[in-house]
């Protein structure tokens, strides 16, 4: 069992950035799968970026490739997503998540947290 934590949301000009964390209870969650996921009002939860627990690697939506970097220090138990060139279309509630195997679905959520670019 692993809880999540998300902070780091606010208002922000387009253009500008931000950085997310996830912090997470658990000894072991340096062996947990984490992703980022985001739900704009009106719409259906988005895939944003995972951390693969297995080999590190990163994936990222099409939307922000480029542009936001999905890391975690595992010393803090913490995931962390660093949002740059921010878009009016970022705007959303971003969560984090995890899981302790490579695929299927995410049990472990956290409350999100609001994350509004203006323009």
């Known amino acids: 069992q692993v809880q999540l934590v998300e902070s780091g949301g606010g208002l922000v000009q387009a253009g500008g950035s931000l950085r997310l964390s996830c912090a997470a209870s658990?000894?072991?969650?340096?062996?947990?799968?984490v992703g980022w996921f985001r739900q704009a009002p009106g719409k259906e939860r988005e895939f944003v970026a995972r951390?693969?627990?297995?080999?590190?690697?990163?994936y990222y939506a099409d939307s922000v490739k480029g542009r936001f970097t999905i890391s975690r220090d595992n010393a803090k138990n913490t995931v962390y997503l660093q949002m740059n060139s921010l878009k009016p279309d970022d705007t959303a509630v971003y969560y984090c998540?995890?899981?302790?195997?490579?695929?299927?679905?995410?049990?472990?959520w956290g409350q999100g947290t609001q994350v509004t670019v203006s323009s």
């Open positions: 658990g000894r072991t969650f340096s062996t947990y799968d």
């Open positions: 998540a995890a899981r302790n195997s490579d695929a299927g679905s995410y049990p472990f």
């Open positions: 951390l693969s627990k297995s080999n590190g690697i990163t």
